[in-house]
Protein backbone atom coordinates (compact mmCIF):
# COMPACT_ATOMS: atom_id res chain seq x y z
CA UNK A 1 0.00 0.00 0.00
CA UNK A 2 1.72 3.42 -0.69
CA UNK A 3 2.23 6.12 1.96
CA UNK A 4 -0.33 8.67 1.88
CA UNK A 5 1.37 12.24 3.77
CA UNK A 6 -0.13 15.81 3.01
CA UNK A 7 0.18 19.51 3.89
CA UNK A 8 -1.89 22.45 3.66
CA UNK A 9 -0.92 25.40 1.12
CA UNK A 10 -1.97 28.40 -0.37
CA UNK A 11 -3.03 29.41 -3.81
CA UNK A 12 -4.10 32.70 -5.03
CA UNK A 13 -6.46 32.92 -8.41
CA UNK A 14 -6.68 34.76 -11.47
CA UNK A 15 -9.45 36.84 -9.27
CA UNK A 16 -6.99 37.35 -6.39
CA UNK A 17 -8.65 35.12 -4.18
CA UNK A 18 -6.52 32.78 -2.17
CA UNK A 19 -7.75 29.14 -0.84
CA UNK A 20 -6.95 26.35 0.85
CA UNK A 21 -5.22 23.51 -1.30
CA UNK A 22 -4.76 20.00 0.29
CA UNK A 23 -1.18 19.01 -1.34
CA UNK A 24 -0.76 15.09 -0.97
CA UNK A 25 2.21 12.81 -1.47
CA UNK A 26 0.86 9.50 -2.45
CA UNK A 27 3.95 6.90 -3.01
CA UNK A 28 6.17 9.44 -4.17
CA UNK A 29 3.71 11.50 -6.44
CA UNK A 30 2.01 15.05 -5.74
CA UNK A 31 -1.59 15.92 -5.96
CA UNK A 32 -3.64 19.27 -5.74
CA UNK A 33 -6.49 18.61 -4.21
CA UNK A 34 -8.84 21.88 -4.12
CA UNK A 35 -10.76 21.89 -0.38
CA UNK A 36 -12.92 25.44 -1.89
CA UNK A 37 -12.02 27.28 1.37
CA UNK A 38 -10.78 30.66 0.99
CA UNK A 39 -8.06 31.54 3.60
CA UNK A 40 -9.56 34.01 5.96
CA UNK A 41 -11.02 32.51 9.14
CA UNK A 42 -10.88 29.09 7.38
CA UNK A 43 -7.75 27.64 8.82
CA UNK A 44 -9.35 25.47 11.55
CA UNK A 45 -11.92 23.74 9.05
CA UNK A 46 -8.84 23.72 5.90
CA UNK A 47 -7.03 21.39 8.72
CA UNK A 48 -10.22 19.06 9.09
CA UNK A 49 -10.85 18.89 5.24
CA UNK A 50 -7.44 17.68 5.28
CA UNK A 51 -8.06 15.16 7.23
CA UNK A 52 -11.14 13.79 5.49
CA UNK A 53 -9.19 13.88 1.85
CA UNK A 54 -6.08 11.90 3.54
CA UNK A 55 -8.52 9.14 4.85
CA UNK A 56 -10.52 8.88 1.82
CA UNK A 57 -7.21 8.33 0.04
CA UNK A 58 -5.38 6.41 2.11
CA UNK A 59 -8.41 3.93 2.10
CA UNK A 60 -8.34 4.00 -1.45
CA UNK A 61 -4.60 3.19 -0.95
CA UNK A 62 -5.40 0.14 0.95
CA UNK A 63 -8.58 -0.88 -1.24
CA UNK A 64 -6.06 -0.96 -4.41
CA UNK A 65 -3.41 -2.97 -2.40
CA UNK A 66 -6.33 -5.04 -0.96
CA UNK A 67 -7.48 -5.77 -4.55
CA UNK A 68 -3.72 -6.89 -6.07
CA UNK A 69 -3.29 -8.96 -2.93
CA UNK A 70 -6.96 -10.78 -4.08
CA UNK A 71 -5.37 -11.11 -7.49
CA UNK A 72 -1.86 -12.84 -6.29
CA UNK A 73 -3.28 -14.72 -3.11
CA UNK A 74 -6.27 -16.83 -5.52
CA UNK A 75 -4.78 -16.94 -9.16
CA UNK A 76 -6.65 -18.99 -11.76
CA UNK A 77 -5.82 -22.65 -11.57
CA UNK A 78 -8.05 -23.37 -14.54
CA UNK A 79 -6.17 -26.77 -16.52
CA UNK A 80 -3.61 -27.03 -13.48
CA UNK A 81 -5.57 -31.00 -12.75
CA UNK A 82 -6.65 -33.22 -15.09
CA UNK A 83 -10.32 -34.81 -14.42
CA UNK A 84 -9.04 -38.05 -13.65
CA UNK A 85 -6.62 -36.85 -10.73
CA UNK A 86 -8.70 -33.56 -9.82
CA UNK A 87 -9.84 -35.62 -6.15
CA UNK A 88 -6.35 -34.96 -5.36
CA UNK A 89 -5.92 -31.82 -5.93
CA UNK A 90 -5.43 -29.92 -2.82
CA UNK A 91 -8.09 -28.58 -0.71
CA UNK A 92 -6.95 -25.46 -1.00
CA UNK A 93 -6.61 -25.61 -4.69
CA UNK A 94 -10.07 -26.55 -5.12
CA UNK A 95 -11.40 -23.63 -3.42
CA UNK A 96 -10.13 -21.35 -6.33
CA UNK A 97 -11.50 -23.41 -8.93
CA UNK A 98 -15.53 -23.19 -7.06
CA UNK A 99 -14.40 -19.43 -6.98
CA UNK A 100 -13.72 -19.00 -10.73
CA UNK A 101 -16.73 -20.71 -11.49
CA UNK A 102 -19.04 -19.06 -9.36
CA UNK A 103 -18.43 -15.97 -9.58
CA UNK A 104 -19.58 -15.84 -13.46
CA UNK A 105 -23.51 -16.49 -11.65
CA UNK A 106 -23.18 -13.65 -9.19
CA UNK A 107 -23.46 -10.04 -9.07
CA UNK A 108 -19.87 -8.79 -8.95
CA UNK A 109 -20.22 -7.09 -5.49
CA UNK A 110 -21.01 -11.07 -4.52
CA UNK A 111 -18.55 -12.11 -5.93
CA UNK A 112 -15.93 -9.99 -4.20
CA UNK A 113 -17.64 -11.17 -0.53
CA UNK A 114 -17.19 -14.55 -1.55
CA UNK A 115 -12.97 -13.49 -2.50
CA UNK A 116 -12.60 -12.19 0.79
CA UNK A 117 -13.94 -15.15 2.51
CA UNK A 118 -11.86 -17.55 0.29
CA UNK A 119 -8.81 -15.87 0.23
CA UNK A 120 -9.05 -16.39 4.46
CA UNK A 121 -9.82 -20.39 2.90
CA UNK A 122 -7.23 -20.94 1.09
CA UNK A 123 -4.64 -19.07 3.15
CA UNK A 124 -4.87 -21.64 6.14
CA UNK A 125 -5.91 -25.27 4.06
CA UNK A 126 -2.74 -24.00 1.75
CA UNK A 127 -0.49 -24.27 5.19
CA UNK A 128 -1.87 -28.18 6.43
CA UNK A 129 -1.70 -28.94 2.52
CA UNK A 130 -5.38 -31.27 2.61
CA UNK A 131 -6.20 -32.80 -0.31
CA UNK A 132 -9.82 -32.28 -1.29
CA UNK A 133 -10.37 -36.71 -1.25
CA UNK A 134 -9.08 -36.40 2.39
CA UNK A 135 -10.72 -33.21 4.19
CA UNK A 136 -13.10 -34.97 6.81
CA UNK A 137 -15.61 -32.88 9.40
CA UNK A 138 -12.97 -32.90 11.85
CA UNK A 139 -11.13 -30.61 9.86
CA UNK A 140 -13.50 -28.26 8.72
CA UNK A 141 -14.71 -28.33 12.65
CA UNK A 142 -11.07 -27.29 13.65
CA UNK A 143 -10.93 -24.54 10.60
CA UNK A 144 -14.40 -22.93 12.42
CA UNK A 145 -12.81 -23.32 15.97
CA UNK A 146 -9.61 -21.39 15.00
CA UNK A 147 -10.91 -18.46 13.39
CA UNK A 148 -13.55 -18.07 15.52
CA UNK A 149 -10.53 -17.70 18.75
CA UNK A 150 -7.60 -16.07 16.64
CA UNK A 151 -8.25 -16.31 12.81
CA UNK A 152 -7.67 -12.66 12.27
CA UNK A 153 -4.81 -11.08 11.98
CA UNK A 154 -4.32 -7.29 12.65
CA UNK A 155 -2.14 -6.02 9.69
CA UNK A 156 -0.50 -3.10 11.65
CA UNK A 157 0.44 -4.77 14.83
CA UNK A 158 0.40 -8.84 13.17
CA UNK A 159 -2.18 -9.82 17.03
CA UNK A 160 -4.67 -12.15 15.94
CA UNK A 161 -8.44 -12.49 17.35
CA UNK A 162 -11.03 -14.26 16.65
CA UNK A 163 -13.77 -12.95 13.69
CA UNK A 164 -17.17 -12.87 14.64
CA UNK A 165 -19.77 -15.56 14.16
CA UNK A 166 -21.04 -14.79 11.08
CA UNK A 167 -18.26 -13.72 9.66
CA UNK A 168 -16.91 -17.33 10.13
CA UNK A 169 -20.42 -19.31 8.98
CA UNK A 170 -19.61 -16.73 5.53
CA UNK A 171 -16.33 -18.72 5.54
CA UNK A 172 -17.91 -21.91 6.03
CA UNK A 173 -20.98 -21.44 3.32
CA UNK A 174 -17.88 -20.77 1.15
CA UNK A 175 -16.32 -23.66 2.09
CA UNK A 176 -20.32 -26.31 1.83
CA UNK A 177 -20.28 -24.79 -1.78
CA UNK A 178 -17.05 -25.62 -2.81
CA UNK A 179 -17.48 -29.64 -1.40
CA UNK A 180 -21.12 -29.85 -2.64
CA UNK A 181 -19.78 -28.69 -6.14
CA UNK A 182 -17.41 -31.52 -5.85
CA UNK A 183 -19.79 -34.35 -4.85
CA UNK A 184 -21.59 -33.10 -7.95
CA UNK A 185 -18.75 -33.80 -10.04
CA UNK A 186 -18.57 -37.14 -8.58
CA UNK A 187 -14.80 -35.94 -7.14
CA UNK A 188 -16.17 -37.22 -3.59
CA UNK A 189 -19.06 -39.26 -1.94
CA UNK A 190 -20.20 -36.89 0.59
CA UNK A 191 -19.71 -33.53 2.12
CA UNK A 192 -18.62 -33.19 5.49
CA UNK A 193 -18.84 -29.53 6.42
CA UNK A 194 -22.66 -30.16 6.07
CA UNK A 195 -22.96 -31.18 9.51
CA UNK A 196 -20.70 -28.69 11.17
CA UNK A 197 -21.91 -26.46 13.02
CA UNK A 198 -20.23 -22.84 13.77
CA UNK A 199 -21.80 -21.89 17.04
CA UNK A 200 -24.67 -23.71 19.37
CA UNK A 201 -26.33 -20.73 19.98
CA UNK A 202 -29.82 -19.75 17.70
CA UNK A 203 -29.48 -17.49 14.81
CA UNK A 204 -32.17 -15.42 17.35
CA UNK A 205 -29.49 -15.50 20.23
CA UNK A 206 -26.49 -14.36 17.69
CA UNK A 207 -29.01 -11.17 16.49
CA UNK A 208 -27.54 -8.02 17.69
CA UNK A 209 -30.46 -5.80 19.86
CA UNK A 210 -31.37 -2.43 17.96
CA UNK A 211 -29.80 0.77 18.97
CA UNK A 212 -31.66 4.09 18.07
CA UNK A 213 -32.44 7.61 18.68
CA UNK A 214 -35.75 8.93 19.89
CA UNK A 215 -37.39 11.96 17.92
CA UNK A 216 -35.60 14.23 20.09
CA UNK A 217 -31.99 12.73 20.16
CA UNK A 218 -32.60 12.46 16.09
CA UNK A 219 -33.25 16.45 16.19
CA UNK A 220 -30.34 17.00 18.68
CA UNK A 221 -28.08 15.10 16.71
CA UNK A 222 -29.01 17.06 13.51
CA UNK A 223 -28.41 20.26 14.57
CA UNK A 224 -25.14 19.26 16.40
CA UNK A 225 -23.83 18.34 12.83
CA UNK A 226 -25.43 21.62 11.21
CA UNK A 227 -23.10 23.69 13.68
CA UNK A 228 -20.35 22.08 12.90
CA UNK A 229 -20.84 22.49 8.37
CA UNK A 230 -20.83 18.85 8.69
CA UNK A 231 -20.24 17.16 5.29
CA UNK A 232 -22.35 14.61 6.04
CA UNK A 233 -25.24 16.53 7.03
CA UNK A 234 -27.43 16.11 4.12
CA UNK A 235 -27.08 12.28 3.45
CA UNK A 236 -27.82 11.56 7.26
CA UNK A 237 -30.70 13.68 7.32
CA UNK A 238 -31.81 11.78 4.34
CA UNK A 239 -31.20 8.45 5.79
CA UNK A 240 -32.79 9.44 8.58
CA UNK A 241 -36.02 11.13 7.06
CA UNK A 242 -36.41 7.92 4.67
CA UNK A 243 -34.63 4.80 6.75
CA UNK A 244 -32.17 4.28 3.94
CA UNK A 245 -29.30 1.68 3.68
CA UNK A 246 -25.94 3.34 3.78
CA UNK A 247 -26.13 2.17 -0.14
CA UNK A 248 -29.35 3.12 -0.62
CA UNK A 249 -28.66 7.19 0.30
CA UNK A 250 -24.86 7.13 -1.73
CA UNK A 251 -27.14 5.19 -4.82
CA UNK A 252 -29.16 8.77 -4.81
CA UNK A 253 -28.99 10.51 -8.38
CA UNK A 254 -30.40 13.92 -9.62
CA UNK A 255 -32.58 11.69 -11.40
CA UNK A 256 -34.13 9.97 -8.50
CA UNK A 257 -35.86 12.88 -7.45
CA UNK A 258 -38.50 13.67 -9.59
CA UNK A 259 -39.97 17.38 -9.13
CA UNK A 260 -43.03 16.59 -11.21
CA UNK A 261 -44.31 14.03 -9.20
CA UNK A 262 -42.78 14.75 -5.88
CA UNK A 263 -41.29 11.91 -5.56
CA UNK A 264 -38.08 9.65 -4.34
CA UNK A 265 -36.90 6.55 -5.74
CA UNK A 266 -34.75 3.78 -4.55
CA UNK A 267 -33.47 1.84 -7.45
CA UNK A 268 -29.82 2.30 -7.42
CA UNK A 269 -27.35 1.35 -4.69
CA UNK A 270 -23.61 2.29 -3.86
CA UNK A 271 -20.98 -0.63 -2.26
CA UNK A 272 -17.77 -1.49 -1.53
CA UNK A 273 -16.12 -4.65 -1.28
CA UNK A 274 -12.56 -4.56 -2.78
CA UNK A 275 -13.79 -1.29 -4.83
CA UNK A 276 -16.95 0.59 -5.17
CA UNK A 277 -19.45 -0.69 -7.27
CA UNK A 278 -22.56 1.43 -8.52
CA UNK A 279 -25.02 -1.10 -9.38
CA UNK A 280 -28.67 -0.32 -10.87
CA UNK A 281 -29.95 -2.67 -8.53
CA UNK A 282 -31.29 -2.60 -4.89
CA UNK A 283 -30.82 -4.97 -2.10
CA UNK A 284 -33.89 -7.08 -2.01
CA UNK A 285 -36.97 -6.37 -4.39
CA UNK A 286 -39.12 -5.07 -1.91
CA UNK A 287 -35.89 -2.67 -1.38
CA UNK A 288 -36.82 -0.55 -4.69
CA UNK A 289 -39.49 1.88 -3.40
CA UNK A 290 -40.55 4.88 -3.73
CA UNK A 291 -41.20 7.89 -1.45
CA UNK A 292 -43.59 10.76 -1.13
CA UNK A 293 -41.58 14.67 -1.04
CA UNK A 294 -43.46 17.20 1.27
CA UNK A 295 -42.53 20.87 0.61
CA UNK A 296 -40.00 20.74 3.56
CA UNK A 297 -37.74 18.02 1.73
CA UNK A 298 -38.85 19.43 -1.97
CA UNK A 299 -36.97 22.47 -0.99
CA UNK A 300 -33.98 20.57 0.47
CA UNK A 301 -33.60 18.47 -2.55
CA UNK A 302 -33.77 21.57 -4.52
CA UNK A 303 -30.78 23.22 -2.58
CA UNK A 304 -28.68 20.11 -2.99
CA UNK A 305 -28.72 19.72 -6.53
CA UNK A 306 -28.34 23.84 -6.39
CA UNK A 307 -25.48 23.57 -4.44
CA UNK A 308 -23.94 20.24 -6.32
CA UNK A 309 -24.16 23.16 -9.51
CA UNK A 310 -22.08 25.80 -7.70
CA UNK A 311 -19.38 23.56 -6.83
CA UNK A 312 -19.37 22.22 -10.64
CA UNK A 313 -19.18 25.48 -11.77
CA UNK A 314 -16.01 26.28 -9.04
CA UNK A 315 -14.07 23.35 -9.50
CA UNK A 316 -14.48 23.50 -13.58
CA UNK A 317 -11.85 21.21 -14.33
CA UNK A 318 -11.15 20.04 -11.59
CA UNK A 319 -14.60 18.62 -10.75
CA UNK A 320 -15.33 14.68 -11.07
CA UNK A 321 -18.67 15.18 -12.74
CA UNK A 322 -21.73 12.55 -11.85
CA UNK A 323 -25.06 12.75 -10.90
CA UNK A 324 -24.84 11.25 -7.23
CA UNK A 325 -26.90 13.41 -4.66
CA UNK A 326 -24.00 13.40 -1.97
CA UNK A 327 -20.43 13.38 -2.75
CA UNK A 328 -17.22 15.49 -1.77
CA UNK A 329 -17.59 19.32 -2.82
CA UNK A 330 -15.00 18.54 -5.53
CA UNK A 331 -17.76 15.49 -6.83
CA UNK A 332 -15.81 13.05 -6.06
CA UNK A 333 -18.61 10.02 -4.59
CA UNK A 334 -17.71 9.00 -0.89
CA UNK A 335 -16.31 5.80 0.43
CA UNK A 336 -18.58 3.87 1.76
CA UNK A 337 -16.85 2.85 4.82
CA UNK A 338 -15.39 6.80 5.10
CA UNK A 339 -19.23 7.92 5.73
CA UNK A 340 -19.40 4.81 8.47
CA UNK A 341 -16.21 6.17 9.88
CA UNK A 342 -16.76 9.86 9.94
CA UNK A 343 -20.22 8.90 11.20
CA UNK A 344 -18.53 6.84 14.19
CA UNK A 345 -16.40 9.68 14.92
CA UNK A 346 -19.58 12.55 14.98
CA UNK A 347 -21.60 10.25 17.16
CA UNK A 348 -18.97 9.70 19.75
CA UNK A 349 -18.40 13.22 20.00
CA UNK A 350 -22.46 13.98 20.50
CA UNK A 351 -21.93 11.27 23.35
CA UNK A 352 -23.74 8.15 21.63
CA UNK A 353 -20.84 6.08 20.45
CA UNK A 354 -22.49 2.63 20.22
CA UNK A 355 -25.02 4.07 17.45
CA UNK A 356 -23.92 2.35 14.32
CA UNK A 357 -24.67 4.57 10.92
CA UNK A 358 -26.85 1.11 10.03
CA UNK A 359 -28.65 2.26 13.48
CA UNK A 360 -29.58 5.52 12.18
CA UNK A 361 -32.29 2.75 10.23
CA UNK A 362 -33.52 2.22 13.34
CA UNK A 363 -34.19 5.84 14.30
CA UNK A 364 -36.47 5.79 11.47
CA UNK A 365 -38.18 3.09 12.79
CA UNK A 366 -38.65 4.62 16.10
CA UNK A 367 -39.64 7.74 14.97
CA UNK A 368 -42.74 6.13 13.30
CA UNK A 369 -43.64 3.99 15.61
CA UNK A 370 -43.64 7.07 18.12
CA UNK A 371 -45.94 8.82 15.16
CA UNK A 372 -48.07 6.04 15.51
CA UNK A 373 -47.27 4.06 12.64
CA UNK A 374 -47.97 0.29 12.57
CA UNK A 375 -45.65 -2.47 11.56
CA UNK A 376 -47.01 -3.07 8.25
CA UNK A 377 -46.20 0.16 7.18
CA UNK A 378 -43.11 0.56 8.78
CA UNK A 379 -41.98 -2.56 6.68
CA UNK A 380 -43.16 -0.70 3.15
CA UNK A 381 -41.15 2.38 4.44
CA UNK A 382 -37.82 0.71 5.31
CA UNK A 383 -38.41 -1.92 2.52
CA UNK A 384 -37.43 -4.75 4.67
CA UNK A 385 -38.26 -7.88 2.41
CA UNK A 386 -40.21 -9.68 5.34
CA UNK A 387 -42.17 -8.83 8.45
CA UNK A 388 -40.11 -10.46 10.66
CA UNK A 389 -36.85 -8.27 10.23
CA UNK A 390 -39.41 -5.07 10.68
CA UNK A 391 -41.12 -6.71 13.83
CA UNK A 392 -37.50 -7.53 16.03
CA UNK A 393 -36.88 -4.04 15.89
CA UNK A 394 -40.87 -3.06 16.37
CA UNK A 395 -40.58 -5.02 19.30
CA UNK A 396 -37.02 -3.80 20.85
CA UNK A 397 -38.49 -0.12 20.33
CA UNK A 398 -42.02 -1.34 22.49
CA UNK A 399 -39.92 -2.71 24.83
CA UNK A 400 -37.38 0.53 25.17
CA UNK A 401 -40.73 2.40 25.80
CA UNK A 402 -43.30 1.00 27.97
CA UNK A 403 -39.92 0.80 30.13
CA UNK A 404 -40.13 4.47 29.87
CA UNK A 405 -43.34 4.45 30.88
CA UNK A 406 -42.97 2.09 34.23
CA UNK A 407 -40.09 4.51 35.35
CA UNK A 408 -42.61 7.74 34.76
CA UNK A 409 -45.26 5.77 37.75
CA UNK A 410 -41.70 6.26 40.14
CA UNK A 411 -42.76 7.88 42.79
CA UNK A 412 -46.11 8.67 42.04
CA UNK A 413 -47.16 6.55 44.63
CA UNK A 414 -44.75 6.97 47.70
CA UNK A 415 -43.87 3.39 48.80
CA UNK A 416 -41.39 3.88 51.89
CA UNK A 417 -43.68 6.86 53.08
CA UNK A 418 -46.45 4.71 53.34
CA UNK A 419 -45.07 2.00 54.94
CA UNK A 420 -43.44 4.06 57.99
CA UNK A 421 -46.83 4.98 58.30
CA UNK A 422 -48.07 1.69 58.98
CA UNK A 423 -45.07 1.26 61.08
CA UNK A 424 -46.26 3.69 63.83
CA UNK A 425 -49.79 2.42 63.68
CA UNK A 426 -48.91 -0.64 64.79
CA UNK A 427 -46.41 0.61 66.73
Request: charged share 25%; glycine share 6%.
Amino acid sequence: MDEVTGTLQKKTMKSGKSYYYAVLNIGGKTKWIATGLQINGNKRLAQRRLQEILQEYTEQSAAAASQQACKNEIPSVEGSTGNENQADVLFSEWVKEWLISRKIDVRECTGESYETHARVIVEYFNENQIKLSEISYSDIEEYCKFMLKEGKVNRYTGERSGYAIRTVRSQKFIITSALNWAVKRGLITNNPALTVTVSRKKNRQLARKPVFFTVKEVNDYLTFLKDKNDILYGLIYTTLMFGLRRSEVLGLTVQSVDFARRKLYINRTVVKMLHIHDENATKTFDSEREYPLTDELITFFKEVIDQKRLYKKFFGNNYTDNDFLFTWEDGRPFFPDYVSKHHKKMIAMFGKPNLTFHNLRHSTACILYEQGWKAKDIQEWLGHADIVTTMNIYTHIDRAHKQKQAESLSGVLNHEKNTNNSMELLG
